[in-house]
Every structure is written in structure tokens, then in C-alpha cells.
């Protein structure tokens, strides 16, 4: 009887002490890691950057409880441990401002600052979306996260970083809420003018990792639209015509010696151009590559971020189905 007691209170105690090891491991679990890789990519961002704002497509939400990390009292809602967004300012911002656009979703915003202290916000503008403020925003490293304010809820929408005053949520800029198109969605409507990085993509959102097995990514694709690319003047081979919105994004999740986007298989042999927003706002497109009439875009040494991507028709009212490649394998291409 005693050895049976003695063992069983050694049994007790080891059990106390494996709990007691346990617990900081899950704690630490929960909290938010700003070193984690972003979901949605990271940029470099220099104070008078154009265009402004800088948009990018987000989902809310995680299972982490920011309300009980005590990081401060507007810091709420329930966000993924890893960021949702880096960027990094390479210079004194005189005024900064992020904000999330999620049309009547309720969303929160949780920013970890260069200095390492907190700033956060709930709601903002007589709606429910997000707005941070920073008067004289240092230079250095941003992690932003866009929670949800209610558990379990993912929102669609746009995290935006501007330097205009003027830009807050609710000026149309939100991403619809829903499920993602599998096509077009209709023609432009008349007087849009413009490619809208913020826009959401008619076939969806990839993530991309270089190295990635399956080389290369394939995404079928309907090519055209009503927007004039060509007059909009984003540089060298932009042309065709395409949708507002992306038909694609593509998150890198690290830097690419050796990328490559193009189109292939379109269908009726039609003339199809290739317009990417790159992570640094940048344009570069093409029309025609080897020999043919479908377009490729060679990225050396592609930065990690989010690249907009449209697929147009060289002419005004055509459609034609094809596919969307990415690759790492320079045997690749149309």
C-alpha cells in the first residue's frame, strides 16, 4: 500500500510538472509572432510612394484572442499568430495612414511598430472598418494583422496604406464579400478607366513559394475586358484590353532567382498581352513572345509580395480561354 501511494503521488507530481512545462509553451502559442511569414506579403515603402493608396487583398480573421494579449485596449478581435502584412518605411512619413476596407464586415486592425509598441483600432468613420493614424511614422519594420472582430468570421476585403487624408474606408474601394468568380465578371462599366490593384481577382488568389513542386502553376484563364490598356500609359507592351480587376494574384512568399508568367492554350489562336502590377507598384507587361501570339514576363530575381496579374485581348471585344503559367524552369514558356 505505501509503495502503491508513493508511486501514485510520484505519478501526481510528474503530471503537475509536465502541466507546469506545458503551459508556457501554450501560451507562447498563442501570441502573435512578428516573425512570422506574412500571409499576404511584404513590401519596401517610400515616403511619397505612388500610387496611392498602396491596396492589398486580405481575408480577416485567425483563432488568436488579441483581446486577451493585453497589448492595449483597441487592440482586439481574432487574427492568425503569423502577420498579415509587412512593410517596411525606408523614410520618415509625415502622415501615414492603414486602413481596411471590408464593405459592412466587422473588421480590427493590430499593428506591431519599428519601435516595438502597439497601435490599434476597431472601428473608424461612422462604419466598422479599421483606421490607424501615424503623425511623423518612423523609418523601419511594420507587421500588420487584420483581425476579425467576432470569432470564427473571415472577411474579404482590402488593407490600404496611403499618405492622403482623404482616403478612408468606404470610398469604394472594398472587395466583395462571397465566393470567389470562376470567370469574368461582366463587362466594365462604362467610364472605368483604370486597372484596380484592389480590385478582386476574377479567378482567384494563389500563394507562391519558390521551389514550388508542381512547376508550373496552371490556372485557366477567360483573357479581355472593357479598359483600354494601352491608354493608360503604364509603360513599354501595355496594351490590349482587360477587366478593372485582376484576373489573378499571387502572393511570393520569398525572393525568386528565376520567374516566369505567361500564357498559353488560348483557345481560337487569339492575341492575348500580359499586364503585372509588381510588389513595388510597378508595371511591366508584354504582348508577344516566341514566335507566337501569347505573352510571357521574365521576373530576375522576383522580390516577395503580392503581383497583380491581367491577361488581355490584343483587340477591343474579344474573349478568348486559355491558361495562366508561373514557373521557376527557364525550359517553360508558350
Excluded at 505567361?262 to 509588381?278: A, S
Aim: some cysteine; proline content about 8%; overall charge neutral.
Amino acid at each position: 500500500m505505501m509503495k502503491s501511494s508513493r508511486s501514485l503521488a510520484l505519478a501526481t507530481l510528474g503530471a503537475a510538472l509536465l502541466v507546469g512545462a506545458l503551459a508556457p509553451l501554450a501560451a507562447s502559442a498563442q501570441q502573435l509572432n512578428v516573425q512570422g511569414t506574412p500571409n499576404y506579403g511584404a513590401r519596401n515603402i517610400a515616403p511619397g510612394f505612388t500610387p496611392d493608396p498602396i491596396s492589398i487583398a486580405i481575408t480577416s480573421g485567425g483563432t488568436i484572442n488579441v483581446t486577451a494579449l493585453g497589448h492595449g485596449s483597441d487592440c482586439q478581435g481574432f487574427a492568425t499568430a503569423q502577420p498579415d502584412f509587412n512593410f517596411t518605411l525606408t523614410g520618415v512619413s509625415q502622415f501615414l495612414r492603414v486602413f481596411v476596407d471590408a464593405g459592412n464586415e466587422d473588421t480590427t486592425l493590430i499593428i506591431n511598430k519599428p519601435d516595438g509598441t502597439w497601435a490599434c483600432n476597431d472601428d473608424a468613420n461612422g462604419g466598422r472598418n479599421p483606421v490607424v493614424d501615424f503623425s511623423g511614422a518612423p523609418r523601419g519594420l511594420y507587421n500588420v494583422w487584420v483581425g476579425s472582430y467576432q470569432t470564427g468570421t473571415r472577411a474579404r476585403g482590402t488593407l490600404n496604406i496611403t499618405e492622403l487624408r482623404n482616403r478612408l474606408p468606404g470610398g469604394g474601394t472594398a472587395a466583395p464579400t462571397g465566393p470567389t468568380p470562376t470567370g469574368p465578371t461582366g463587362p466594365t462599366p462604362t467610364g472605368t478607366t483604370a486597372l484596380t490593384i484592389s480590385g478582386r481577382p476574377n479567378f482567384g488568389s494563389r500563394t507562391v513559394v519558390p521551389g514550388f513542386r508542381r512547376d508550373p502553376m496552371r490556372i485557366n484563364v477567360v483573357s479581355g475586358g472593357n479598359v483600354n490598356v494601352q491608354a493608360l500609359n503604364l509603360g513599354q507592351n501595355c496594351t490590349g484590353f482587360s477587366t478593372a480587376q485582376p484576373d489573378l494574384n499571387f502572393t511570393l512568399g520569398g525572393t525568386s532567382a528565376s520567374l516566369r508568367v505567361y500564357v498559353d492554350r488560348v483557345r481560337g489562336n487569339g492575341d492575348t498581352t500580359l499586364i503585372i502590377n509588381k510588389p513595388d507598384g510597378t508595371w511591366i507587361c508584354n504582348d508577344d513572345s516566341y514566335g507566337g501570339r501569347n505573352p510571357t514576363i521574365d521576373l530576375a530575381g522576383a522580390p516577395p509580395g503580392i503581383y497583380n496579374v491581367w491577361i488581355g485581348s490584343y483587340q477591343s471585344g474579344v474573349q478568348a480561354r486559355g491558361r495562366l503559367n508561373i514557373t521557376e524552369l527557364p525550359n517553360n514558356h508558350p
